[in-house]
């Protein structure tokens, strides 16, 4: 990482941080921050009561932190005193605001959304001196075990993971191993073009074969390796209405250590009243935290 990008950074969040003083605790901000690419990221901030924990919540594929789930979640966590950062992926685009449509071209990568996490997970520990919770939801979960997984010092106190899936042709995704098969052929032919696969739930997905490699090679069984090899304590919630997810597969990560909560009738976004319930599931794991 370049000096001018860490003297850049710095001057980023200085500024935003002078600014962030005058927010009373419970209130909404705006934070920025510069990334390696240079595109700038934004995101929700939240300031809580100092006793009580700091939470990261990273949103799901090509969404924003405006999605639904991430933002009730954020909005009552920072009501019960939380302090919450709910950052926005660039996606390679400046300051990005709106969620990313499948047909778009794609250029970014797994790696540039580790790095940014790393960057939003480390403003978090200095601004609020502790060690974040992080809560994926969707395939947000998978960005943050690649962070997890990847980072050999990360400052992380738990990890919760909401309705995970992955990559490489999960249980209601159009990605296949031929589409992978493809990009693997126009790597060793040399072709580094734009070209159009299927990933996740998009069915047109334009981006280059080692970009699109870099998503569908996190399929089960890495994400298993990973939640195996990972030294975060972590906490997986999931509904039993959910088709998105192999749940089979979801209790058999208990042979790692990890804890396994369902939620009896909740689908993949936890709405309607089961909102309720997967904010009962969280507090009580940060309330378990706040006492160890």
């Known amino acids: 990482m370049s000096g001018w990008f860490l003297r850049s950074a710095a001057a980023i969040t200085t500024v935003i941080l002078l600014s962030l003083n005058t927010v009373a605790t419970g209130k909404e901000a705006s934070v920025i921050l510069e990334m390696p690419t240079g595109d700038s990221a934004e995101a929700a901030y939240w300031a809580g009561e100092p006793d009580m924990p700091a939470v990261l919540i990273q949103h799901g594929f090509l969404q924003t932190h405006h999605f639904p789930t991430v933002r009730r979640l954020a909005l009552a966590l920072a009501d019960s005193g939380f ?11 400046d300051r990005r605001t709106a ?48 962070y997890l997984t990847d980072s050999a010092r990360h400052t992380v ?13 999960g249980e209601a995704a159009f990605d296949s191993p031929e589409h992978a098969a493809r990009a693997h052929a126009a790597l060793a032919r040399g072709d580094i073009g734009l070209a159009e696969y299927a990933l996740d739930f998009c069915r047109q997905y334009v981006t280059t074969p ?3 490699l870099s998503y569908y090679d996190w399929d089960k069984q890495r994400t298993d390796r ?43 976004f936890f709405d309607q009243f089961h909102e309720f319930d997967l904010l009962d599931e969280i507090e009580q794991v940060l309330q378990e935290d706040l006492t160890q």
């Open 157 to 169: 106190a738990h990890a919760i993971f909401i309705s995970v899936t992955y990559f490489g042709h």
């Open 210 to 212: 080692a970009a699109y």
């Open 83 to 93: 302090t919450v950062l709910t950052p926005t992926l660039t996606l390679g685009i």
């Open 226 to 268: 990973a939640f195996q090899s990972s030294s975060a304590p972590s906490t997986l919630i999931a509904g039993s209405a959910d088709a998105r997810i192999d749940l089979e597969w979801i209790k058999t990560l208990r042979r790692h250590g990890v804890e396994v909560h369902i939620v009896d009738g909740a689908n993949h």
């Open 99 to 146: 969620s990313l449509p499948c047909e778009a071209v794609h250029t970014h990568t797994m790696e540039q959304t580790r790095q940014e996490i790393a960057l939003w997970v480390d403003w978090l520990h200095t601004r609020t001196g502790q060690e974040p919770v992080v809560i994926g939801h969707s395939a947000g979960s998978i960005n943050l075990l690649a």
